[in-house]
């Protein structure tokens, strides 16, 4: 492989994950990251996409591409030819041009399909640069290296500290562990820079203790949230309870953007500005920002525009999506450099008389959950692939803490189907964190007068349900055990063991709650693929048992 190559990489969070990915670029191939959580299918069409003739991953996660045509390296089932290699002279690499892929990641895509967004080397060294000047990575420096690969924020804890002489930490992704958990954890690491999705952030803060902690017990001294608005009631209480000496930051940045395109950390005085939200700054070295209009003429101060992004951080396109590359990456009228772009947001901003940026919403439907970006037309056109389904919408409920995705359908069959066959079906199809908290069966959508459909009304209807027509209790110790643990976490009494644990109000902060209680009641290595495929009290006492052996539920005990 070299440059202009695509190699998949599927490895567990461990060093071989960081050693394989810096060989990747060491070659002057682009890394394309692999989620082993994600459906089988949606691996699948993400090496086809990208075309990577080599995957590098790991001999247990091997099943996950059955039909793969190109050559697979488990790195684990090679280790001492790997080892050996290591210690042998290096052979002559080519050097990557700064306009060659570094790596391609796919978010969610309108037609049903993720798209592939292509960034270079330029962008990346760019980024890696920029920021440093914020964040000031040094060696003694301890980055909780937590995210996905599949989410380019990982890029940003690996590629700067190691630039600069830090060290990772591999720890866990926060959104799969309780608050306290994450807590003790950078406590126990040493950890000095940690980056959270801002919605984890927001639960995070009303956690009074851990806060506390962090303050008086942690060597943290950097905090960055990242992927919504920050509320202003939150980062009061985070000053009031951490005080000054961790610095906070809230940054912006789309993936077509390279990872982060504005930084903003507030100052003594930011209470008195006149922001709805924290705002999101302003553009990092070699990066710039417009506020347009439709027209794409600048909008005054103080007004609502579309942010354009302009500079070094603007990724080549789409892979393999001409058409869509052309629509969002425009020719940059600003710039008198031949070839010049802007990625063209769909976000809603204003920018003050300095130039400090306050995200306001997004133009189209595009949303942002828990600090996950979701195309709500991809689940759409997901759920309209099955038989029963004549049409779709999926919506988020509110923009607040207890947010959730619901879809509404109309059936396209003789008979409605059930709304848990419909989520099972997303399941072997989407990332979990694009799966519904509910699903709607209705006769037809409302509509507004010009015939559109009416969303603010469908959020509005409390359809029916379909409920649990029978209520069954727990019939095991096992299942006994975890309905305490449900109904502890939800809030909620009489749950049925059949239940679905998505559709009677858990999501994805909820379920990394649920995970680490499992495992510290049970010892058992419980990952969020169990709950997503078995998300039912029935479904995790089955896998309890098989992961413990008979007596489990009598060690761990009652609640």
Not at 195 to 213: G, K, M, N, Q, Y
Not at 330 to 337: A, R
Not at 456 to 484: F, K, N, S
Request: proline content about 8%.
């Amino acid at each position: 492989v070299g440059p202009g190559a695509f190699v998949g990489l599927c490895v567990e969070r461990s060093p071989q994950m960081i050693t394989a990915l810096l060989g990747v670029l060491k070659t002057g191939a682009a890394y394309v990251p692999l989620d082993p959580e994600y459906p089988v299918e949606r691996l699948r069409y993400v090496l086809s996409d990208t075309g990577a003739r080599l995957l590098l991953t790991q001999e247990p996660l091997r099943p996950l591409f059955p039909d793969h045509d190109g050559e697979i390296l488990c790195l684990d089932q090679h280790r001492q030819d790997i080892d050996a290699l290591a210690a042998a002279p290096a052979p002559d690499s080519p050097v990557p041009l700064p306009s060659d892929t570094a790596y391609v990641i796919h978010t969610s895509g309108s037609t049903g399909r993720p798209k592939g967004v292509l960034v270079t080397h330029r962008s990346l060294a760019n980024h890696s640069s920029a920021v440093n000047r914020y964040f000031a990575f040094a060696p003694g420096d301890r980055v909780l290296q937590c995210r996905p690969l599949t989410f380019d924020a990982a890029a940003e804890e690996i590629f700067p500290p190691l630039l600069h002489g830090a060290a990772l930490v591999l720890g866990s992704d926060p959104l799969r562990q309780t608050f306290r958990a994450l807590t003790q954890q950078v406590i126990d690491t040493g950890t000095t820079f940690l980056s959270v999705p801002t919605a984890f952030w927001h639960s995070w803060v009303a956690e009074e203790d851990c806060l506390l902690r962090l303050a008086t017990e942690s060597a943290l001294r950097t905090m960055i949230v990242a992927g919504e608005k920050a509320a202003r009631q939150a980062l009061l209480t985070w000053k009031k309870r951490v005080g000054e000496d961790i610095r906070w930051f809230n940054v912006y940045g789309p993936t077509e953007g390279t990872i982060t395109t504005t930084v903003h950390e507030p100052g003594a005085d930011w209470e008195t500005g006149e922001y709805g939200s924290v705002p999101i700054g302003r553009p990092i070295d070699n990066v710039r920002t417009y506020v347009l209009d439709d027209a794409l003429r600048p909008v005054p101060a103080g007004e609502p525009g579309e942010l354009f992004i302009g500079g070094a951080g603007v990724a080549v396109g789409y892979l393999n999506a001409p058409q869509t590359t052309a629509e969002r990456f425009l020719p940059d009228p600003f710039s008198g450099v031949p070839g010049s772009r802007l990625y063209r947001t769909g976000d809603l901003v204003r920018a003050d008389a300095d130039g400090c940026l306050e995200f306001l919403g997004r133009r189209d439907h595009q949303v942002k959950l828990r600090g996950y970006r979701i195309e709500p037309g991809e689940i759409e056109a997901v759920l309209t692939e099955h038989e029963d389904v004549r049409a779709c919408v999926a919506l988020v409920t509110d923009d607040g803490p207890d947010s959730a995705l619901v879809c509404f359908v109309t059936a396209g069959g003789r008979a409605a189907p059930p709304a848990a066959e419909l989520i099972a079906h997303l399941r072997g199809r989407l990332p979990w964190y694009m799966i519904p908290t509910a699903v709607h069966v209705l006769d037809a959508f409302p509509l507004t007068p010009n015939g559109k459909i009416d969303r603010a009304a469908l959020l509005a209807l409390e359809p029916d349900d379909d409920g649990e027509a029978v209520h069954i209790a727990p019939r095991t110790p096992e299942e006994a055990v975890l309905a305490d643990i449900w109904e502890d976490i939800l809030g909620r009494r009489g749950i049925s063991v059949d239940a679905d644990f998505f559709q009677v109000g858990g999501h994805s902060l909820l379920a990394a709650s649920l995970i680490a209680r499992i495992r510290a009641r049970f010892d058992v290595a419980m990952t969020a693929r169990v709950l997503f495929e078995s998300p039912t009290i029935a479904g995790l006492a089955e896998a309890v048992t098989r992961a413990t052996g008979d007596g489990a539920a009598a060690r761990a005990g009652r609640s």
